[in-house]
């Protein structure tokens, strides 16, 4: 017998949405194994379960050829070159049941303090008017997503806009609600907020550093990357005043998570410069996510841009490795929720809990798939008033799962991918995936040499991982 060692020590996660499949013939064998090589020699990546062994040369020259052969099943090759691989797999194209709520962001503000080209959000107004969240809808919303989540189970409330610090009233008054309310259902309550940070003040510090908060900042570069993206009013620096909010947070009070979110656009500097910025900065992680579907097309990475982004996605990937290797820290985001997924054998049917476990609340209090998808009817999951629309939400789990769509079910990367941001899928189609398949199968052998080098890396944190950043740079 052929002896595979498989490297990590947890075994895959269940998978997040799907289910158990009937013993079905597999899918097509290319999308279900691939074989690469690491500083340490050959390996073998399964799909299913997103498992990673060791491979002897000789076997792995052989199940590359196999893998050219697209209709070759997964059972055929274990069994002629006696690999200890198959096993039922963990997904196929059921789609999943709608789960409980986890987590609901409310547009507090549907209107932004400054001016960026690369919004998806058109200034957080989504093509309609400005306009704020009343206070009754924000506190119904908080009601909704507890009488919605599954017994005592920690919920998110997320606030969003637009700038959601332009709310700020709003955002003070619903975290002490929602805590209390949370506290009398039996349910643990976090907070998540996005902002651009130009004008938070002391009082929203004290707010961040009292509660468990995870604050999002955008930033686009150095002085002057951030301000060609991201114009202020009357020509003001946008990053001045981001550092004032900086100093605002080291004085008066830090959140529990603070990362900073870059959104890559063709005119964004040079991505390794881009992160030692941030990371100098004090981030707890900064993490990159490529602008796919801009209003103005000219902030768009496309196809064609696409291998630019991955060679230094690569470059920012390899010093990390190099870091963390030799037992430094190194808070790129990307790089470590890839490596946290691989090791815990994250494979999933879909990119992300939009329209599952995660809502989006508009101002309005109409409910959608999430934040991005605010008020676009394609996405419309129900209302705070009447709840989430079961059949909306099974229509688009139905619709979304990775085994059902064109062309991933014949991916290799479609358990680590999930299918793509449905946000951007919606709007501009599949332009990443060459760039998705060639950031993960970097990953794949960084995962592997890390493993090696710093074995401790991948021992459990004192408490779950709190990043922010997507494991493939896109949203
Ligand atoms: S979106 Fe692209 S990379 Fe992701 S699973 Fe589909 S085909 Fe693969
Ligand atoms: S990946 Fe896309 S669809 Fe999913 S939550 Fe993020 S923006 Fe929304």
């Known amino acids: 017998m052929t002896v595979l060692l498989q490297i990590g020590r947890r075994p895959p996660e269940p998978a997040e949405g799907g289910r158990a499949a009937p013993a079905a013939g597999p899918p097509a064998a290319c999308a279900e194994a691939k074989v690469f090589r690491s500083a340490q020699g050959a390996h073998l990546f399964v799909a299913d379960g997103s498992r990673v062994y060791d491979l002897p040369e000789p076997v792995a020259a052989r199940v590359e050829r196999w893998t050219a052969t697209p209709d070759a099943s997964l059972p055929d090759l274990a069994r002629e070159l006696d690999l200890p691989l198959w096993s039922?797999?963990?997904?196929?194209?059921?789609?999943?049941?709608?789960?409980?709520?986890?987590?609901?962001?409310l547009n507090v503000m549907?209107?932004?303090?400054?001016?960026?080209?690369?919004?998806?959000?058109d200034e957080g107004r989504f093509g309609g008017s400005a306009r704020s969240m009343p206070r009754h809808t924000a506190h119904a919303a908080v009601d909704r997503l507890l009488a919605e989540a599954a017994p005592g189970a920690d919920v998110v409330v997320g606030f969003m806009g637009g700038e959601p610090l332009l709310a700020r009233d709003l955002v003070h008054d619903v975290v002490g609600y929602a805590t209390r309310a949370g506290a009398a259902a039996g349910h643990p309550v976090r907070f998540s907020l996005t902002t651009n940070l130009t004008t938070v003040r002391p009082q929203d510090a004290r707010l961040f550093a009292a509660h468990p908060f995870t604050v999002t900042v955008s930033l686009d570069g150095d002085r002057a990357g951030h301000d060609a993206l991201r114009r202020a009013p009357g020509g003001a620096s946008a990053y001045d005043r981001l550092r004032a909010g900086l100093?605002?947070?080291?004085?008066?009070?830090?959140?529990?998570?603070?990362?900073?979110?870059?959104?890559?656009?063709?005119?964004?500097?040079?991505l390794p410069d881009v992160l030692e910025h941030g990371i100098g900065l004090g981030f707890d992680e900064v993490g990159f996510a490529a602008v796919v579907s801009a209003p103005d097309p000219a902030?768009?990475?496309?196809?064609?841009?696409?291998?630019?982004?991955?060679?230094?996605?690569?470059?920012?990937?390899?010093?990390?490795?190099?870091?963390?290797?030799?037992?430094?820290?190194?808070?790129?985001?990307?790089f470590l929720t890839a490596m946290q997924q691989l090791h815990r054998g994250t494979h999933r049917p879909y990119p992300c809990g939009a329209g599952a476990g995660y809502l989006s609340a508009s101002a309005e209090g109409g409910l959608y798939?999430?934040?991005?998808?605010?008020?676009?009817?394609?996405?419309a999951m129900g209302s705070v008033a009447d709840g989430p629309d079961p059949q909306a939400r099974r229509?688009?789990?139905?619709?979304?799962?990775?085994?059902?769509?064109?062309?991933?079910?014949?991916?290799?990367?479609?358990?680590?991918?999930?299918?793509?941001?449905y946000h951007e899928v919606s709007r501009r189609g599949r332009p990443g995936c060459d760039y998705i398949r060639g950031w993960?199968?970097?990953?794949?052998?960084?995962?592997?040499?890390?493993?090696?080098?710093?074995?401790e890396f991948f021992l459990p944190p004192p408490e779950p991982a709190a990043t922010t950043a997507g494991a493939t740079g896109l949203a």
């Open 395 to 421: 229509r688009h789990l139905a619709a979304g799962h990775v085994d059902r769509a064109e062309p991933c079910r014949s991916c290799w990367a479609r358990y680590l991918c999930g299918g793509g941001c």
């Open 440 to 455: 993960l199968a970097f990953c794949l052998r960084a995962y592997v040499e890390l493993s090696q080098a710093a074995p």
């Open 299 to 334: 902030y768009e990475i496309t196809t064609r841009t696409f291998d630019g982004f991955l060679e230094q996605m690569v470059e920012c990937g390899e010093r990390a490795l190099a870091e963390l290797s030799a037992g430094r820290s190194y808070p790129f985001g990307n």
């Open 369 to 379: 798939a999430c934040h991005r998808l605010v008020d676009d009817p394609a996405f």
């Open 247 to 270: 100093e605002v947070l080291a004085r008066h009070g830090r959140p529990r998570h603070l990362s900073a979110r870059v959104s890559v656009t063709p005119h964004t500097g040079r």
């Open 88 to 105: 039922r797999p963990r997904i196929d194209g059921t789609p999943a049941e709608p789960p409980p709520l986890a987590s609901l962001s």
């Open 110 to 121: 549907q209107a932004c303090n400054l001016s960026c080209g690369h919004c998806y959000a």
